[in-house]
């Protein structure tokens, strides 16, 4: 069931918002060379409470850690480990912070150090196509809206579009309903409305698009070990448009 949140839930999905885009703030200066996935984890987790939050991922269904911590082929859900960030990789980093019951979500793919030009256009793209789909939402509009002028852009780009992962709307729990896929046919799916909190999320690769499952039945990784990024946002959907609540 999708639910239309009152104002006091977007105030505290607000803030909820605001602690994940903070966090994505308070890890940049330390994504680089030498450090280790564990050790941004601990560092997340730590503010995330300085926050009076929590983190939303810990525990959830059983996943480990404050953080998921993706490198180079893995597309989600990687576990943070005792791996090192070398130059040249590329990091997504998927935050989620519970504030008073509500959440919010948002993943980012950074790089470290200095990477290949089209693993740069990688990244680029994969973000424009976030907001391709942001274009796409205000009351009146269907889903599958969104998610066409996501696989429009990507192919556009000549990017693979995940297809067992998507998009999701947010509040109580962080994954609520609807599903966002980021490949669709305009004018399908529920129709978008005011009050409406969604979690959208574009995970693009630079081969095909193909995933597989590690052994710890959470990280979702490239079938041909091409590179894969991932941009999200969380918005709620106003009168005549979206507003993003994890970010500025």
């Known amino acids: 069931m999708i639910t239309i949140k009152t104002k006091r839930e977007i105030e505290l999905l607000k803030i909820a918002g605001n602690i994940v885009y903070q966090t994505h703030k308070y890890l940049q200066p330390y994504i680089k060379e030498g450090i280790t996935t564990k050790e941004l984890d601990k560092l997340a987790e730590a503010f995330i409470r300085s926050k009076d939050a929590t983190p ?4 959830y269904e059983g996943f480990p850690t404050a953080l998921c911590i993706s490198l180079n082929s893995e597309v989600v ?33 950074y790089m470290v150090g200095e990477v290949p030009p089209a693993t740069k256009q990688l990244l680029e793209d994969t973000e424009n196509s976030l907001y391709a789909g942001l274009k796409q939402v205000k009351p009146g509009n269907r889903i599958g809206d969104i998610s066409n002028a996501i696989e429009t852009y990507a192919k556009e780009h000549h990017l693979g579009v ?19 896929p980021n490949f669709g046919t305009k004018n399908t799916g529920p129709r978008l409305k005011e009050g409406m909190v969604l979690a959208i999320e574009p995970m693009l690769t630079l081969g095909r698009p193909d995933v597989y499952v590690h052994d710890n039945n959470w990280t979702v990784d490239t079938i041909d070990g091409s590179l894969s990024a991932h941009f999200e946002h969380t918005i709620v959907v106003t009168a005549d448009g979206y507003e993003i609540l994890t970010g500025e």
Not at 56 to 59: C, E, Q, Y
Not at 169 to 178: I, K, M, Q
Request: net charge negative; hydrophobic share 25%.
């Open 56 to 59: 939303s991922f810990k525990g």
């Open 77 to 109: 859900h990687g576990f943070p480990s005792d791996r090192v960030l070398k130059n040249g990789d590329i990091v997504s980093i998927d935050i989620g912070a519970c504030y008073k019951g509500y959440h919010g979500d948002s993943g980012w793919t």
């Open 162 to 180: 995940v297809k067992e992962l998507c998009g999701h709307g947010v509040g109580t729990s962080v994954h609520e309903d609807p599903e966002i």
